[in-house]
Protein backbone atom coordinates (compact mmCIF):
# COMPACT_ATOMS: atom_id res chain seq x y z
CA UNK A 1 0.00 0.00 0.00
CA UNK A 2 1.04 3.96 -0.90
CA UNK A 3 2.42 5.41 2.17
CA UNK A 4 0.92 8.96 1.04
CA UNK A 5 -2.40 9.60 0.24
CA UNK A 6 -3.17 13.16 -1.24
CA UNK A 7 -6.61 14.98 -0.44
CA UNK A 8 -8.53 15.62 -2.52
CA UNK A 9 -8.01 13.47 -5.63
CA UNK A 10 -9.14 16.39 -8.20
CA UNK A 11 -9.21 20.37 -7.70
CA UNK A 12 -10.43 22.84 -9.86
CA UNK A 13 -9.92 26.71 -9.16
CA UNK A 14 -9.92 29.77 -10.97
CA UNK A 15 -6.79 31.61 -12.12
CA UNK A 16 -5.23 33.47 -9.33
CA UNK A 17 -7.04 31.64 -6.79
CA UNK A 18 -4.84 29.93 -3.94
CA UNK A 19 -5.02 25.68 -4.21
CA UNK A 20 -4.12 23.68 -1.16
CA UNK A 21 -3.45 20.13 -1.25
CA UNK A 22 -3.01 18.03 2.10
CA UNK A 23 -0.91 14.38 2.62
CA UNK A 24 -1.01 12.02 5.02
CA UNK A 25 1.61 9.52 6.07
CA UNK A 26 1.67 6.55 7.75
CA UNK A 27 5.46 5.82 9.55
CA UNK A 28 7.94 8.08 10.67
CA UNK A 29 9.87 9.88 7.55
CA UNK A 30 13.29 11.48 7.18
CA UNK A 31 11.90 14.09 4.81
CA UNK A 32 8.70 14.57 2.36
CA UNK A 33 8.49 16.07 -1.17
CA UNK A 34 6.27 17.40 -3.09
CA UNK A 35 6.18 16.83 -6.89
CA UNK A 36 4.60 18.34 -10.02
CA UNK A 37 4.29 16.07 -13.30
CA UNK A 38 2.24 17.42 -16.21
CA UNK A 39 0.21 15.41 -18.38
CA UNK A 40 2.34 12.36 -20.39
CA UNK A 41 5.57 13.70 -18.59
CA UNK A 42 8.15 12.54 -16.03
CA UNK A 43 7.63 14.14 -12.47
CA UNK A 44 9.73 17.31 -11.45
CA UNK A 45 10.95 18.12 -7.61
CA UNK A 46 9.31 21.20 -6.16
CA UNK A 47 10.13 21.30 -2.58
CA UNK A 48 11.65 18.66 0.64
CA UNK A 49 11.04 19.66 4.05
CA UNK A 50 13.06 17.33 6.61
CA UNK A 51 11.33 16.08 9.44
CA UNK A 52 12.57 19.10 11.60
CA UNK A 53 10.94 21.22 9.51
CA UNK A 54 7.79 22.85 10.03
CA UNK A 55 7.41 24.85 7.32
CA UNK A 56 9.11 25.96 3.91
CA UNK A 57 8.53 28.27 0.92
CA UNK A 58 9.90 28.47 -2.29
CA UNK A 59 8.52 31.39 -4.93
CA UNK A 60 4.47 30.41 -4.51
CA UNK A 61 4.59 27.64 -2.81
CA UNK A 62 4.64 26.89 0.71
CA UNK A 63 4.74 23.40 2.27
CA UNK A 64 3.84 22.90 5.32
CA UNK A 65 4.94 19.80 7.91
CA UNK A 66 3.05 18.06 11.09
CA UNK A 67 4.93 14.97 11.72
CA UNK A 68 2.81 14.57 15.10
CA UNK A 69 -0.39 14.51 12.45
CA UNK A 70 2.03 12.61 10.19
CA UNK A 71 0.55 15.34 7.39
CA UNK A 72 1.81 18.33 4.99
CA UNK A 73 0.10 20.60 3.06
CA UNK A 74 1.36 22.31 -0.05
CA UNK A 75 -0.23 25.56 -1.16
CA UNK A 76 0.07 27.22 -4.50
CA UNK A 77 -0.56 30.94 -4.39
CA UNK A 78 -1.83 33.18 -7.05
CA UNK A 79 -2.27 29.96 -9.32
CA UNK A 80 -2.15 30.19 -12.85
CA UNK A 81 -2.90 28.21 -16.15
CA UNK A 82 0.16 26.78 -16.27
CA UNK A 83 0.29 25.29 -12.54
CA UNK A 84 -2.39 22.80 -14.32
CA UNK A 85 -0.91 19.38 -13.49
CA UNK A 86 -0.94 16.27 -10.69
CA UNK A 87 0.69 16.88 -7.93
CA UNK A 88 2.06 13.76 -5.60
CA UNK A 89 3.64 13.84 -2.58
CA UNK A 90 6.80 11.25 -2.11
CA UNK A 91 7.95 10.22 1.90
CA UNK A 92 11.52 8.66 2.42
CA UNK A 93 10.72 6.62 5.51
CA UNK A 94 13.89 4.04 5.20
CA UNK A 95 16.93 6.33 3.95
CA UNK A 96 16.50 4.62 1.06
CA UNK A 97 13.72 5.25 -1.73
CA UNK A 98 10.63 7.40 -2.29
CA UNK A 99 6.89 6.08 -1.92
CA UNK A 100 4.45 8.09 -3.56
CA UNK A 101 1.00 8.91 -2.88
CA UNK A 102 -1.80 8.95 -5.82
CA UNK A 103 -1.97 12.62 -6.41
CA UNK A 104 -3.86 15.94 -6.64
CA UNK A 105 -5.13 16.25 -10.36
CA UNK A 106 -5.34 20.08 -10.24
CA UNK A 107 -7.27 22.04 -12.69
CA UNK A 108 -6.72 26.27 -13.11
CA UNK A 109 -9.28 27.62 -15.48
CA UNK A 110 -8.18 31.33 -17.16
CA UNK B 1 23.50 17.59 -19.01
CA UNK B 2 21.15 15.20 -20.12
CA UNK B 3 19.77 14.20 -17.06
CA UNK B 4 18.00 10.38 -16.77
CA UNK B 5 17.73 9.06 -19.90
CA UNK B 6 15.09 6.62 -21.06
CA UNK B 7 14.46 4.42 -23.67
CA UNK B 8 11.94 3.27 -25.73
CA UNK B 9 9.72 5.74 -25.06
CA UNK B 10 6.93 3.85 -26.32
CA UNK B 11 6.31 -0.09 -27.27
CA UNK B 12 4.34 -2.38 -27.63
CA UNK B 13 4.82 -5.99 -26.58
CA UNK B 14 3.29 -9.61 -27.23
CA UNK B 15 2.06 -11.64 -24.15
CA UNK B 16 4.94 -13.92 -23.24
CA UNK B 17 7.57 -11.33 -24.78
CA UNK B 18 10.85 -10.49 -22.66
CA UNK B 19 12.46 -7.28 -23.31
CA UNK B 20 14.32 -4.53 -21.57
CA UNK B 21 13.76 -1.15 -20.77
CA UNK B 22 16.92 1.13 -20.69
CA UNK B 23 17.62 4.06 -18.39
CA UNK B 24 21.03 6.17 -17.91
CA UNK B 25 21.95 8.88 -15.96
CA UNK B 26 25.05 10.95 -16.23
CA UNK B 27 24.56 13.24 -12.88
CA UNK B 28 26.78 10.47 -11.12
CA UNK B 29 24.18 9.13 -8.47
CA UNK B 30 24.54 6.53 -5.89
CA UNK B 31 20.30 5.85 -5.94
CA UNK B 32 18.38 4.86 -8.85
CA UNK B 33 15.28 3.04 -9.30
CA UNK B 34 12.34 2.45 -11.50
CA UNK B 35 8.41 2.71 -11.07
CA UNK B 36 5.56 2.13 -12.74
CA UNK B 37 2.32 4.61 -12.89
CA UNK B 38 -1.12 2.94 -13.89
CA UNK B 39 -4.04 5.12 -15.18
CA UNK B 40 -4.75 7.83 -12.29
CA UNK B 41 -2.97 6.50 -9.91
CA UNK B 42 1.02 7.52 -8.25
CA UNK B 43 4.18 5.79 -8.46
CA UNK B 44 4.18 2.21 -7.45
CA UNK B 45 8.18 0.88 -6.89
CA UNK B 46 9.44 -1.90 -8.51
CA UNK B 47 13.17 -2.24 -7.88
CA UNK B 48 15.98 0.01 -6.85
CA UNK B 49 19.42 0.09 -6.55
CA UNK B 50 22.02 1.95 -3.83
CA UNK B 51 25.26 1.69 -5.76
CA UNK B 52 26.95 -0.65 -8.69
CA UNK B 53 26.44 -4.32 -7.95
CA UNK B 54 23.54 -3.82 -5.25
CA UNK B 55 19.74 -3.81 -6.40
CA UNK B 56 16.76 -4.41 -4.08
CA UNK B 57 12.89 -5.51 -4.40
CA UNK B 58 10.24 -1.90 -3.94
CA UNK B 59 6.69 -2.75 -3.85
CA UNK B 60 5.94 -4.31 -7.31
CA UNK B 61 8.46 -6.45 -8.24
CA UNK B 62 7.15 -9.56 -9.50
CA UNK B 63 7.86 -9.77 -13.10
CA UNK B 64 10.35 -7.87 -13.39
CA UNK B 65 14.73 -8.12 -13.05
CA UNK B 66 17.53 -5.66 -12.78
CA UNK B 67 21.16 -5.33 -12.63
CA UNK B 68 23.79 -2.43 -12.01
CA UNK B 69 27.09 -3.05 -13.33
CA UNK B 70 27.82 0.24 -13.58
CA UNK B 71 26.84 4.05 -11.86
CA UNK B 72 25.35 5.06 -15.11
CA UNK B 73 23.00 2.61 -15.93
CA UNK B 74 20.14 0.30 -14.10
CA UNK B 75 18.07 -1.49 -17.05
CA UNK B 76 15.15 -2.85 -16.22
CA UNK B 77 13.94 -5.90 -17.71
CA UNK B 78 10.52 -7.89 -18.04
CA UNK B 79 10.64 -11.64 -18.63
CA UNK B 80 7.57 -13.25 -19.83
CA UNK B 81 5.32 -9.88 -20.27
CA UNK B 82 1.64 -9.94 -19.42
CA UNK B 83 -1.09 -7.68 -20.00
CA UNK B 84 -0.73 -6.63 -16.23
CA UNK B 85 2.04 -4.95 -17.33
CA UNK B 86 0.76 -2.66 -19.63
CA UNK B 87 1.70 0.93 -17.64
CA UNK B 88 3.68 3.77 -17.81
CA UNK B 89 7.32 3.01 -16.50
CA UNK B 90 9.81 5.67 -15.11
CA UNK B 91 13.19 5.74 -13.90
CA UNK B 92 14.17 7.92 -11.27
CA UNK B 93 18.26 8.62 -9.74
CA UNK B 94 19.01 10.86 -7.03
CA UNK B 95 22.21 11.56 -4.46
CA UNK B 96 22.37 10.00 -1.19
CA UNK B 97 24.36 12.76 1.10
CA UNK B 98 23.57 10.85 4.45
CA UNK B 99 20.37 11.19 6.39
CA UNK B 100 17.90 11.07 3.53
CA UNK B 101 17.31 11.03 0.23
CA UNK B 102 17.96 14.38 -1.52
CA UNK B 103 15.37 14.87 -4.59
CA UNK B 104 14.64 12.72 -7.39
CA UNK B 105 15.49 13.00 -10.87
CA UNK B 106 13.01 11.35 -13.22
CA UNK B 107 13.14 10.26 -16.59
CA UNK B 108 9.94 11.19 -19.16
CA UNK B 109 9.02 7.77 -18.94
CA UNK B 110 8.57 4.84 -21.07
CA UNK B 111 4.95 3.41 -22.03
CA UNK B 112 4.25 0.16 -22.03
CA UNK B 113 0.96 -2.18 -23.57
CA UNK B 114 0.86 -5.31 -23.65
CA UNK B 115 -1.10 -7.08 -26.20
Known amino acids: SQQGEEDPQALSIQEGENATMNCSYKTSINNLQWYRQNSGRGLVHLIL?????REKHSGRLRVTLDTSKKSSSLLITASRAADTASYFC??????????FGGGTRLMVKP | NAGVTQTPKFQVLKTGQSMTLQCAQD?????MSWYRQDPGMGLRLIHYSVGAGITDQGEVPNGYNVSRSTTEDFPLRLLSAAPSQTSVYFCASSYFPGQGATEAFFGQGTRLTVV
Open chain 2, 27 to 31: MNHEY
Open chain 1, 49 to 53: IRSNE
Open chain 1, 90 to 99: ATDAAGNMLT
